[in-house]
């Protein structure tokens, strides 16, 4: 057996299950495809000792540090593949030979389906988030706008305004119910139902209206639902949770899947993240992975 586990993903929730099975001294492979899914964000919030860093530089810091380990190799290649084998895994890798090891940990992450308004996906991370845990006290509690493209905003907006006056713009025909209606209500949210046309200005997240008006935001927060970002947790027969940010990989308490020796942690696991979340995942993962190995998979969770 090549390694006793691979990790696929070498962001936030890989590096952390990695981390853990290096300190155990096991063989641990991590395949990465470079692919991050806060690559936008200039600073990252909300992780202690770490609060406004770049988070690329943090995911760089974690891959220094875990690559002292000398059990540990690291792979820039995109897993294409798995299958089970008589006595673990085989992984396809993008111009490599496959990879084999006993037991697996997907970190590959999820993608965001943006909003389809013009110049949206370019002020993403910049002008327009998804969390206002990781973004909204540096608006400075300026005047803060919520594009409304499914029920699902109306729960955001109910949030919005611990951090500055907020306005919800209701697209596509989304309307608030009596309680929604209610609650937005006593929180002093401003309703507008006239259609959002795109941005006024290159490089801010103020407002252009189907009526002409100009409304100027400090920031815009847009709801997103997730998407996999590889096919491989269903190749292999992972059970998935439908949720109202996107399916994700069902996983017990300590990060096993519904496949005997496939763990799972990050946002691909998770119906709506952090860096600190994903941190905190890959710990889990990582440990009961190792935990399988000692005492079978019975024995890993519990």
Known sequence: MDHDVIVLGGSYAGLSAALQLARARRRVLVVDSGQRRNAPAAHAHGFLTRDGESPARIAELGKEQLLRYPTVTWLDAEATSATRTDDGFAIEVRDHSPLHASRLVLAMGIRDQLPALPGLRERWGRHVFHCPYCHGYELHGGPIGLLATSPLAFHLAALLPDWGPTTIFLQEGV??????????????????????????????ADLRLADGRIVTLDGLFAPTRGVQSSPIPGMLGCAFDDTPVGDIIRVDMMGATSVPGVFAGGDAARAGGSLAFAVADGVRAGVAAHRSLIFGMEGATS
């Open 175 to 204: 309307e608030p119910d009596e309680e929604q209606a209610r609650l937005l209500d006593a929180r002093g949210v401003r309703v507008e139902r006239m259609p959002v046309e795109g941005f006024a200005q290159s490089d801010s």
